[in-house]
């Protein structure tokens, strides 16, 4: 049978927001709705820190790290059998679905990406992908830098409780005994490096729709979302 997917007027869908704040989950929907590719840029960031830290690479050596990001290949391949996401990643032919949410990516993630050569080296590969139109992209910059001419900027955001507390729950479903604390200090960190970096620092695009999904369930965000999308 032939999907039926949802008319939107909008050709490329941009969502940012910080750690934890639905990025994933909506823009992964909303794109099934639409009939659209749906590309998460952290997936990237993630992969060149993991292979970093695998690798013996210091993530504190901005020149070997950003060599890495230029050199390596990623490959993100749609899958219904792994994960949350759909989708498994590979770097140079490993798979490192599972590695790249280990906390030890989630701890130097941050730092790996707010080196400019490393941005440098996979927005070209964002933004080729994103002007190939009928994509919901997701990310941090994805509004501001990588797509500026994106037909519907969302930017989703909630308190850092609210989003630790969801990743809590994520994080212990897949086995890691991380604590609430824990996970609560490290999305602190990261959330202040993004925010603070001095390229493409994690904020809305003047022309964003700010959603904050406090108290909202998936399936009210993904309505407003639907909405924005049809009309815009
Ligand atoms: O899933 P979560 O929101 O926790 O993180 P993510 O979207 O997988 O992104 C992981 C990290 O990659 C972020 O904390 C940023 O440091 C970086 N990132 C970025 O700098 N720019 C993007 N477009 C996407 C992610």
């Not at 939107?8 to 929907?29: M, R």
């Not at 950003?66 to 899958?79: E, F």
Request: charged letters at 25%; aromatic letters at 6%.
């Amino acid at each position: 049978m032939e999907n039926v997917f949802m008319e939107s007027s909008a050709n490329i869908i941009a969502i940012d927001g910080p750690a934890a704040s639905g990025k994933s989950t909506i823009g992964k929907l909303l794109a099934e709705q639409l009939g659209y590719l749906y590309f998460d840029t952290g997936v990237m960031y993630r992969a060149v820190t993991c292979v970093a830290l695998q690798r013996g690479v210091s993530v504190e050596d901005q020149d070997a790290v950003t060599d890495l990001a230029r050199q390596v290949q990623i490959d993100v391949q749609h899958s219904s059998k792994i994960g949350r996401d759909g989708y498994e990643v590979f770097v140079d032919g490993i798979n490192v679905t599972e590695e790249i949410r280990w906390p030890d990516v989630d701890a130097h993630v941050s730092v790996v990406s707010a080196y400019p050569g490393v941005r440098q080296a996979l927005s070209l590969q964002q933004r080729r992908v994103g002007l190939r139109g009928r994509i919901v992209m997701v990310g941090r910059d994805i509004g501001t830098v990588i797509l500026p001419e994106a037909d519907l900027k969302i930017f989703l955001d909630a308190s850092i409780e609210e989003r630790a507390g969801r990743r809590f729950l994520e994080v212990r479903q897949r086995g890691d005994p991380s604590s609430m604390q824990e996970i609560l200090d490290s999305m602190i960190e990261r959330d202040r490096i993004d925010s603070t970096r001095d390229i493409a620092p994690l904020k809305p695009a003047e022309d964003a729709i700010i959603v904050n999904t406090a108290g909202l369930s998936i399936e009210q965000v993904l309505d407003l979302l639907q909405g924005f999308a049809v009309q815009s």
